[in-house]
């Protein structure tokens, strides 16, 4: 399974998470953001390459939904509702990835990954 973390600028919610779940077993994370001057800028080829995309907050969703549209085919988008206050790695930010990634994981794969940070 292949699972998308997205925030504005992919340089501490996202890659954190995408960090905290790239050990499961039969899952492969990315993490990109939504703005031109983010470290890895969401593309049409990411959204196709998941099969799960996680937002940060609810405006990351609808603009995932208006830009990328015509690539998400059906595709989940999850807010996870988490605010641009941590920092990477932050032990309140990975308490909260813990609290609210695995439910949207299927079967299999519901083992909480190992705490970093």
Do not use: Y
Not at 64 to 77: A, E, N
């Amino acid at each position: 399974m292949h699972l998308l973390f997205v925030c504005g600028k992919n340089r501490r919610r996202s890659p954190t998470a995408a960090d905290l779940f790239a050990d499961l077993d039969g899952v492969e994370t990315a993490s990109a953001g939504l703005q031109p001057d983010a470290d890895c800028v969401l593309s049409a080829d990411l959204i196709q390459w998941a099969d799960l995309i996680f937002v940060m907050e609810p405006g990351h969703r609808s603009e995932v939904q208006r830009r990328f549209k015509d690539s998400l085919g059906g595709r989940r988008v999850v807010v996870l509702g988490i605010p641009d206050r941590f920092q990477k790695n932050d032990p309140t930010l990975i308490h909260h990835l813990h609290a609210r990634v695995p439910r949207w994981l299927p079967r299999g794969t519901h083992a909480l990954p190992k705490r970093r940070g």
